[in-house]
């Protein structure tokens, strides 16, 4: 069964910097796509970033320039290097492992990790 595990969430003062990680299990998941999203009070979950088996990167807009994406070796473990932080990042950030089969697409969800940025 796949699990997901994630670390590194806590608090931090604005311009400060936090390191999240996502470990998962149950699959190798050579070609899936492994996502941080999060989501703020009253906010819908957003995706903050991506990055597919071939190293292809996507950012949100808000943290383009700060937050940095990288896939650790084995495709196992993915870290969000998150910094310059500011309060607006405070969140419940999650990570997600997205893949297609031939029966079609799955996603599955970590737990959930508290960032708290105070100013």
């Known amino acids: 069964q796949v699990q997901l595990a994630e670390s590194g969430g806590g608090l931090a003062q604005t311009g400060e910097s936090l390191r999240l990680s996502c470990t998962t299990s149950g699959s190798s998941f050579s070609f899936a796509v492994i996502g941080w999203y999060r989501q703020a009070p009253g906010k819908q979950r957003e995706l903050v970033a991506s990055?597919?088996?071939?190293?292809?990167?996507n950012y949100a807009d808000s943290v383009k320039g700060r937050f940095t994406i990288s896939r650790a070796n084995a495709k196992n473990t993915v870290v969000l290097q998150m910094n310059s932080l500011k309060p607006e990042d405070t969140a419940v950030y999650y990570c997600?492992?997205?893949?297609?089969?031939?029966?079609?697409?799955?996603?599955?969800w970590g737990q959930g990790t508290q960032v708290t940025v105070s100013s």
């Open positions: 990055i597919g088996s071939f190293g292809r990167i």
């Open positions: 997600n492992v997205h893949v297609n089969t031939f029966s079609g697409p799955s996603d599955y």
